[in-house]
């Protein structure tokens, strides 16, 4: 998961010396006898430390909890993840692509209702359509996935082909709009519930493994985490994550350049969407239900607060964060309903202390900060 | 090649250009020269519509450039080397070389021999290079765009001596190879060697155009004296 090789996917040409193709960012010297370090403080370094130990205390913790008997830990710790994972999504839209979405919350609780929906109909034996198609319900996890992500990537390429066109914070309340349209539509549409929400009674399946237990369905949210964190290492390390760069930077001298900031914001903010929309329906199946909640702007604004915890542009940002922020709410939130009093000071110490979040101030900053 | 006439450009109501003619022919290099404030910049923003044009024609090989958004005329052939050492900080030299880069006559190879410190430095940050080597990255990334027209705005302003002559060496081998360029710059020392023609800007027109033989010290004296 490391990723100190910034320029390997971008080049076309093999380099005459592969240790310096796959020199990390810090070294002056040029020489290929730094190499050798560097790759080492890449893997076994602060930085590397603290992904490994972030990782493996989540997977590590909720194995130990499940087998002393503690299935609310477990279930915690799923909670932890999922909300780590439309983090992450959101992080590629903010962190990577500057593109600072207010209106996240839509992708989120519309893979949740997808979930819920699929169920709700697999459940009745209730076609979900008949016309022009007929569109069945389906229990099935890979089915309600799919539908999710493609879903969410049809909706964020409708609301970001829009909102692109405008920046700053007209931008940041274009998709805050968006985003309330459809919470509102969900309140007021009785057929799923309406602002009561819709119950998934039982958990959607997949084929051979047992969704209904805790740490099975953990370890699937785990792996989504996982994908979610690979899919936008990758894609950062490719030319297209490059470009992504660029027009953060500055998307004049990337369009003076002969390549329009446009169309790769918007593929950017439509896999940012996708992953979100993923964690979504995994959220509705862990809690068994989905309702508006999980569409208004109070969450928008929640996953937004983590990434900004965790470290924006960082690729363990949102899973420091989501860490953070659910035990703050779960502990805290046991001892007081004011708990959020205390995130706001942790918000404003982490604004005001440690700009890169709390993968900065744990590991150090990274190349591009 | 290109081919700029009557171009007036405003920012917002006030106007900078006010009729700026100006030619590129192919394998020229043509300088574009003028006091602080006399509308240069304000042409190369309004080729590459930056800050568009609201009159006057702008042609390149006979495609009306006016009006297209600056990707499209990127695109079209011409490729920018902003004033002030424009690359991107958090990328690699690689990054920034390969990034934008549309197959042609130049290649990272080439470039690299163009200037060899993008070798030697080529995983460092850009932001990790000097002033100098920011500027040679910067002329390099626009050169893997393959442009058959080159503009480079101030490339040799507020770099040290040594580093200048690199960046004419390299200028001056563009040259010989050929590649069509519109440059500003100040250095009268070193365009008149090699400028094919000289525009002048007073007041945002054209007011002097002409081989830099024909550019005499009462010329000069009016219309780039300090």
């Not at chain 2, 690689?94 to 290649?107: F, H, Q």
């Amino acid at each position: 998961m490391t990723n100190n090789i910034p320029t390997s996917a971008v080049s076309s040409k093999p380099t005459s010396n592969s240790a310096r193709a796959s020199m990390p960012k810090h070294s002056h010297s040029g020489g290929s006898g730094a190499a050798p370090a560097n790759q080492a403080d890449s893997h076994f370094g602060r930085k590397g430390l603290v992904q490994i130990a972030l990782l493996g205390l989540l997977l590590l913790l909720p194995v130990a909890a499940y087998f002393f008997g503690h299935l609310y830990y477990v279930n915690l710790a799923s909670r932890i993840t999922i909300i780590a994972m439309a983090a992450v999504g959101l992080n590629l839209a903010i962190g990577y692509g500057g593109m600072v979405s207010f209106g996240h919350a839509a992708y989120f609780g519309l893979g949740g209702y997808v979930a819920g929906i699929s169920a709700y109909h697999a459940f009745d034996f209730t076609p979900f359509m008949t016309w022009p198609i007929s569109i069945p319900g389906s229990d099935s996890l890979l089915v309600v996935w799919l539908a999710a992500a493609l879903l969410c990537a049809l909706l964020a390429l409708a609301i970001g082909a829009i909102s692109l066109r405008t920046t700053g914070v007209y931008f940041i309340m274009i998709t805050l709009a968006f985003a309330q349209m459809i919470y509102y539509f969900a309140n007021s549409w009785p057929t799923y519930g309406g602002e009561d929400g819709l119950p998934i009674y039982i958990r959607n399946s997949l084929p051979l493994v047992d969704t209904t237990n805790a740490l099975t369905y953990f370890l699937i949210c785990f792996g989504g985490l996982v994908m979610a964190m690979a899919v936008t290492s990758r894609l950062m390390k490719s030319r297209f994550g490059a470009a992504l760069t660029m027009a953060r930077l500055n998307d004049v001298r990337l369009a003076t350049a002969g390549v329009s900031p446009y169309p790769v914001r918007l593929v950017a903010f439509v896999i940012s969407a996708a992953i979100t929309g993923l964690a979504g329906a995994l959220y509705a199946d862990l809690n068994g239900f989905v309702s508006p909640s999980v569409l208004s702007w109070h969450f928008s604004g929640e996953l937004m607060v983590i990434v900004i915890l965790g470290g924006v542009g960082r690729l363990y940002g949102p899973l420091a964060g989501a860490i953070l922020f659910v035990m703050m709410e779960t502990f805290l939130g046991g001892i007081t309903q004011y708990w959020q009093l205390f995130l706001g000071l942790v918000l404003l110490g982490v604004v005001l202390f440690a700009k890169h979040g709390i993968m900065g101030w744990l590991a150090g900053r990274e190349r591009n900060e | 090649m290109l081919k700029i006439a009557n171009i007036e450009t405003f920012y917002g109501p006030s106007q900078a250009l006010f009729g700026v003619n100006l030619e590129v022919n192919a394998g020229e290099m043509v300088a574009l020269m003028g006091r602080n404030g006399m509308g240069k910049t304000t042409t190369i923003r309004s080729i590459f519509g930056l800050t568009p044009a609201s009159r006057g024609t702008i042609e390149f090989e006979s495609q009306n450039l006016r009006r297209l958004p600056a990707y499209r005329i990127a695109k079209a052939g011409l490729g920018l080397v902003p004033e002030g050492r424009r690359c991107f900080p958090n990328l690699s030299v690689r990054e920034n070389l390969l990034v934008t880069a549309r197959p042609g006559e130049w290649t990272l190879e080439r470039v690299e021999r163009l200037f060899p410190r993008l070798e030697e430095r080529r995983t460092q940050m850009a932001k990790t290079l000097s002033g100098g080597e920011q500027q040679m990255l910067a002329i390099g990334r626009t050169l893997m765009t393959n442009p058959r027209l080159l503009v480079l705005d101030e490339a040799t302003e507020g770099l040290a001596p040594v580093i200048r002559q690199e960046i004419w060496r390299a200028i001056r081998l563009l040259k010989e190879q050929g590649q069509a360029t519109l440059l500003v710059d100040k250095s009268l020392s070193e365009i008149l060697p090699i400028a094919d023609r000289c525009t002048i800007l007073e007041k945002g027109s054209t007011v002097w155009d002409g081989k830099p033989a024909a550019l005499d010290s009462a010329v000069r004296d009016r219309y780039l004296g300090v």
